[in-house]
């Protein structure tokens, strides 16, 4: 063979050798994302069964008798439990000490913004731009915000006119800025079905929407409650003469934050659920929403025009 045909030879083994070598690493890349891909949703599932498991558990301990020591609360308070090596914190708060912007009176409303601060005017149209989300017409109150309102702020969207679907909904009413959300979110609900709120497991917040509630008799109040709660004695009263809903509807939401675990380090998964108590003793309880949910969401109002933050069934 000749000196030149040795080397072509030569080049053409060095490519086929190169060429292989590009493959074997190509193959092992893909072995190494499909394991990467397994290994994550491995972690992801054990994450999930933990959170679905932390649920179950807190739906059981809403069966308990309440004067069983150690019996988890729907007060909101996390818990934290441990299921095959996950941690998960688990809380449980009872929707009828929410207010429901659905079936809310109107002076609950204005009552639950004056409580943050806002000023009469701004609560007073607020309220009414919420009453005209929900309701099904499309006649505008003195104060709030139809069709033509939302179009002439240059809002791309209408209201709703039917009930809020999500809490997250009420963002999309003319008036409601991020900030007022973020205070207000942690005392409504879609949930409660009532006018007024159980004023027995209600939060601060919430009872100081209430009408003619001040700050002295809502602080003497929560005193109160709380040393009867751990006396282990009946609830008082909140204040004669401010109307209230005293009783509890069974509806209450459990969530689950699962973090943790072997191959979980940074990870996490939220489950939640709201459960709806029933008098049936074959069936105690139904779902009324199971979903994943999030660490945190901020969200803010969507810019005039713009209506990708929130879906609005028109």
């Known amino acids: 063979m000749r000196r030149s045909q040795r080397g072509i030879a030569l080049i053409i083994v060095l490519w086929i050798t190169t060429l292989l070598m590009l493959i074997a690493s190509s193959f092992i890349y893909a072995m190494r994302t499909d394991v990467n891909i397994v290994s994550n949703s491995l972690a992801r599932a054990r994450l999930e069964a933990a959170a679905d498991a932390a649920v179950q558990r807190g739906i059981f301990e809403m069966f308990k008798p309440p004067q069983l020591p150690g019996r988890w609360t729907?007060?909101?308070v996390a818990q934290t439990w441990s299921f095959q090596?996950?941690?998960v914190d688990v809380s449980m708060t009872d929707e009828s000490g929410k207010i429901d912007i659905n079936t809310a009176a109107d002076e609950l409303l204005?009552?639950?913004f004056l409580a943050q601060g806002v000023k009469e005017d701004e609560a007073a149209a607020i309220t009414d731009a919420i009453l005209d989300w929900r309701d099904q017409d499309s006649l505008k109150r003195l104060r709030g915000a139809e069709e033509a309102e939302y179009l002439a702020a240059g809002y791309s969207y209408k209201p709703a006119n039917a009930a809020f679907q999500s809490n997250e909904e009420l963002r999309l009413v003319m008036g409601m800025t991020p900030e007022l959300y973020d205070k207000v979110a942690p005392l409504i609900t879609i949930y409660s079905r009532q006018p007024g709120i159980n004023a027995s497991i209600a939060a601060r917040g919430a009872l100081r929407a209430l009408p003619g509630a001040t700050d002295i008799l809502v602080d003497q109040y929560i005193a109160q409650r709380e040393q009867a709660r751990a006396a282990k004695l009946p609830l008082p009263q909140f204040a004669p003469g401010i109307p209230r809903s005293s009783?509890?509807?069974g509806i209450v939401?459990?969530?689950a934050v699962a973090s943790g675990g072997a191959g979980n380090e940074g990870a996490s998964f939220v489950r939640?659920?709201?459960v709806m108590r029933l008098a049936t003793p074959a069936r105690p309880y139904t779902f009324l929403r199971w979903k994943e949910g999030v660490i945190a969401a901020v969200v803010g109002n969507p810019p005039?025009?713009?209506?990708?933050?929130?879906?609005?069934?028109q």
């Open 110 to 112: 204005r009552g639950l």
């Open 304 to 313: 005039n025009g713009q209506t990708d933050a929130l879906p609005v069934q």
């Open 272 to 274: 939640e659920a709201v």
């Open 247 to 249: 009783f509890a509807n």
């Open 85 to 87: 090596g996950v941690s």
């Open 74 to 76: 729907t007060d909101g």
């Open 253 to 255: 939401i459990v969530r």
